[in-house]
């Protein structure tokens, strides 16, 4: 240890008052300084100066002053008047109320250092000034590494663009920067979101290799960067998937000529090794409303892709689009929960035939009452529950009421009653169900025969795989039950389809029937209709039968069966039931 032979000034002190005598060091104290493993000093405070009372080698080590006693009392006072010198000198002077510690820049740029300070009181001198240790640690190693190591952490390894966790920040970044400029002339009016998403890449990578996927990926996010404006910031935010910030002089437009840019620059093939592939993407965009929330605003584009991907063309974020989604997702999560607890119920609604008047049977349709959102039509819950896979729990669940309701009637009626219930059946349900396996259980399971079911089938379980649907209909027909193609005529089944599969009854969609009394063109539909199902040999059920001139022009034009609210609205089972007194066949 050296004894220091100067004393720092506080900054406004004249350099010539600094310099003075030390009286000697206590032992205990040198001892202690000696003993310290790291830089340290004994300071004192007289007149609201600083005072070295010594300092340990590692001080002047840390110093670095090259051994200059001059260099070294500059320094000091450098210090004296910083960060480090305020510290002890509030502490001396106050020291329950001053901060023991801090963390501070010595110096700028390249050199700079970065300094911990500590410091814990002595007993005070002889005459009586108030005495501190002071400990300083230089931590510009940690602190560089953990800059470092923040900024690998904001940077994808990949590309070596920002990624997710610093695109956040871009975005938050480049709020704070639009608004009005120095000049009259607005920097910018805003600014937009995009997120661009690499289409089948998971297909590509799969099929030609992750290090080919590798390569796709940093030369898309090439062409990226060649579609951006100066102010345009790219980050990889995603596997396949890319955050843009858009900076917006001509508002929405600029937003919108950007995606114009990325599609432009990613219509020439991509050439790979020796490989050639067409690279497609879709676009969401998001807008920045005043004050809003980054993570908000990304996610709202996120929302705009999904949108754009269905679509096929660049999407902007639409908040009703949103709300909808949102509604639907909180509908399918209450769905599910319902048919947990065995909240939904069936309704049924006569199938009337037209000739006789008398009830043929009935269509069990779902109904769900939601505790606090009331009433849910089946036209919005199917949707979700095919949506996200909850029809198959739904479907089965509506085929064993509907069977065993009635197996009760029968037994209520003696024996088995002359009708039949229809139930309706999804196309996911055909293309994902064991339909045909799962039809047989039910009818086993209530003990009813097999031509006491109708299934109402769409179009569209035919469009999407032909060849299963004609194996689970003709499994259905050898079951011994019946087929029924509902809402006939909204679909894009073909004739050929209708010709080859076991379909035995038709239901014309409402849609034509409710304006077939002032549309000569449905009436025309209508007709051509029952003519086509006359010449395959199938039986024909009108919906939406709502006045008694249709029930009668229907019946009149050959129509076989029908349905609608003139007949009756969809019941409850036990008020189903009570309708058929009197009405059924004999
Ligand atoms: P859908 O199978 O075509 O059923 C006929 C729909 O028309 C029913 O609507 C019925 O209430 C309604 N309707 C009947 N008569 C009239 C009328 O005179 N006028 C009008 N305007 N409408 C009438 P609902 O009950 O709202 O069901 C809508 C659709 O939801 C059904 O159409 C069916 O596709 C589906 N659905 C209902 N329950 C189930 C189910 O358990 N499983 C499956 N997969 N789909 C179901
Ligand atoms: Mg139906
Ligand atoms: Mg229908």
């Known amino acids: 240890m050296q004894r220091a032979r100067s004393l720092t000034g506080d900054g406004s002190a004249p350099a010539d008052s600094v310099v003075r005598a030390f009286p000697p060091l206590p032992d205990g104290d040198r001892a202690l300084l000696e003993a310290m493993p790291i830089a340290a000093g004994i300071f004192s405070l007289k007149d609201g100066r600083l005072w070295i009372e010594a300092l340990n080698q590692r001080f002047y080590d840390l110093a670095g002053c090259g051994g200059d006693p001059a260099d070294f009392v500059e320094m000091m006072k450098e210090h004296s008047s910083g960060p480090g010198g305020k510290l002890v000198r509030d502490f001396l002077a106050d020291p329950a109320n001053a901060a023991e510690e801090i963390e501070y820049r010595d110096g700028e740029g390249l050199t700079s250092r970065f300094l911990k300070t500590r410091l814990a009181p002595l007993e005070p001198c002889s005459d009586g000034r108030p005495r501190c240790l002071m400990s300083v640690v230089d931590r510009t190693i940690e602190v560089r590494a953990a800059d470092h190591a923040r900024a690998e952490m904001l940077r994808d390894s990949l590309t070596g663009l920002p990624n997710r966790l610093a695109f956040t920040d871009m975005i938050e970044a480049a709020g704070k920067d639009s608004g009005p400029g120095e000049c009259a002339v607005p920097r910018h009016a805003g600014h937009a979101v995009l997120v661009v998403d690499m289409l089948r890449f998971s297909r590509i990578n799969e099929s030609m290799g992750s290090l080919f996927g590798d390569e796709l990926l940093i030369t898309f996010a090439r062409r990226l960067i060649s579609a951006l404006r100066a102010g345009d910031l790219l980050a990889r935010t995603g596997g396949n998937e890319f955050g843009i910030v858009v900076a917006l002089r001509n508002g929405i437009a600029d937003a919108q000529s950007a995606a114009r840019r990325i599609q432009d620059v990613l219509a020439a093939p991509f050439r790979l090794s020796d490989l050639e592939i067409k690279v497609e993407c879709a676009i969401g965009i998001a807008m920045r409303s005043d004050g809003q929330d980054p993570e908000e605003l990304f996610r709202n584009a996120q929302f705009a892709v999904k949108q754009a991907k269905s679509s096929g063309r660049p999407e902007l974020y639409q908040p009703e689009e949103a709300s909808a989604a949102r509604r639907r997702f909180s509908i399918e999560t209450e769905l599910r929960r319902a048919l947990d607890r065995d909240e939904l119920s069936l309704a049924y609604q006569p199938l009337v035939n037209l000739r006789s008047g008398k009830v043929a049977g009935f269509e069990a349709l779902a109904r769900w009452t939601h505790a606090e959102r009331g009433e849910i039509s089946p036209s919005e819950f199917i949707p979700v529950a095919e949506e996200s896979g909850l029809i198959l729990h739904l479907g089965r669940w509506a085929l064993d009421t509907a069977a065993r309701t009635l197996a009760e009637w029968d037994k ?175």
Request: glycine share 10%; proline share 3%.
């Open 412 to 586: 209520a009626a003696g024996g088995p009653l002359p009708l039949h219930f229809a139930i309706n059946l999804s196309a996911i349900q055909i293309a994902r169900d064991n339909v045909a396996g799962m039809v047989e259980g039910t009818l086993k399971a209530a003990g009813i025969a097999g031509n006491r079911l109708t299934l109402e089938l769409t179009e569209s379980s035919i469009v999407q795989d032909p060849g299963r649907a004609q194996r689970v209909f003709e499994a259905l027909k050898a079951l011994d039950a019946t087929v029924a193609m509902d809402d006939f005529g909204t679909g894009y089944s073909s004739l050929a389809y209708l010709q080859r599969l076991p379909i035995d009854v038709l239901k014309i969609d409402q849609s034509f029937v409710a304006g077939m009394m002032h549309d000569s063109d449905n009436v025309a539909i209508v007709r051509a209709v029952l003519s086509l199902a006359e010449a395959l040999g199938m039986s024909t059920t009108a919906e939406g039968i709502e006045t008694v001139e249709l029930a009668t022009t229907l019946a009149a034009l050959g129509c076989a069966h029908g349905q609608g609210y003139y007949f009756s609205r969809p019941l409850e089972a036990d008020a189903a039931f009570a309708y058929c007194s009197g009405r059924l066949a004999e």
